[in-house]
């Protein structure tokens, strides 16, 4: 049976990518203090840069806000000088990890096979692996994005990829940071082959895995977006620097 949206729990995360010095520790606490544990509440989290990923995790031990990291290595430990591996993040607190976000694909070469080792090595290490995944501008025009999107989902998955170790980030390239986003009809017609993916893969459990969307998600956006179907929750960039903003997306998932 295809779980409906209302099923699956929503998450928001923020990914604040390299900004951040410990002064933006008092954004996490008020995001932190404005969050309920009502069942009906999205899960929330915060994937600061790797050098607040401890103190943003003791901030927010025993409450709603979860904490993740925005890169992995593959492997668990060795000579590979400045990386952190999976284990390394989990020791922190972190209970997440984005990985093959389309900055890091572009600025450090991570093709989807690199990408498939670091989700990989999330998972031996009990987090979450968030997979990020969308289309160029030029691959849009040029009308393959359902291709490379498929491609991409499909080699970055790992074969024991379920609901609760995995999240995919769909984040069309060319929405990141520019104030544009697709059509709501784009968004859904994608997120639905996300989906079928998904559940021609893993089965039930492919059915329950959450699809983010992500690419300038706003407050004056992301009620729509988050309301379209199997949009399961945003990943947002510039939006969840400030604990106002993030917040204002937070509650648009009600
Ligand atoms: O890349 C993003 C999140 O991972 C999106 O960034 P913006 O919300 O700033 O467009």
Redesign the pocket.
């Known amino acids: 049976m295809t779980a409906t949206a209302k099923q699956i729990r929503p998450l928001i995360?923020g990914?604040w990518?390299m900004n951040g010095l410990k002064s933006a520790l008092a954004e996490a606490t008020a995001i932190r203090d404005a969050l309920t544990t009502d069942p009906g509440a999205p899960e929330v989290m915060i994937c600061p840069p790797a050098t607040l990923l401890a103190p943003l995790a003791d901030l927010t031990q025993g409450s709603p806000l979860a904490v993740g990291a925005q890169d992995c290595h593959a492997a668990p430990s060795g000579a590979h000088t400045g990386d952190i591996s999976a284990e390394m993040l989990r020791d922190t607190g972190a209970t997440a990890v984005?990985v093959g976000?389309?900055?890091r694909r572009a600025d450090h070469g991570e093709i989807d096979r690199i990408v498939l080792g670091k989700a990989t090595a999330a998972h031996r290490a009990g987090l979450t692996a968030i997979v990020?995944i969308g289309e160029t501008r030029g691959q849009r025009e040029a009308g393959l994005t359902l291709d490379v999107v498929g491609r991409q989902l499909a080699a970055s998955l790992p074969e024991g990829a379920g609901d609760t170790n995995t999240v995919v980030?769909y984040?069309p390239v060319w929405?990141?940071?520019?104030?544009l986003t697709p059509s709501n009809d784009d968004v859904a017609e994608v997120h639905a082959l996300i989906r079928r993916d998904l559940e021609a893969r893993f089965g039930a459990a492919g059915s329950r895995i959450r699809i983010l969307y992500?690419?300038?998600?706003?407050p004056t956006n992301a009620r729509e977006l988050l309301a379209l179907p199997n949009v399961n929750g945003a990943?947002?960039?510039?939006?969840?620097l400030k604990a106002a903003d993030f917040l204002a997306i937070v509650r648009a998932t009600a």
């Open positions: 995360a990914n990518k984005i976000h389309s900055e990020c980030a984040e929405a990141i940071g520019t104030g992500g690419g300038s998600v706003k990943l947002v960039g510039g939006a969840s």
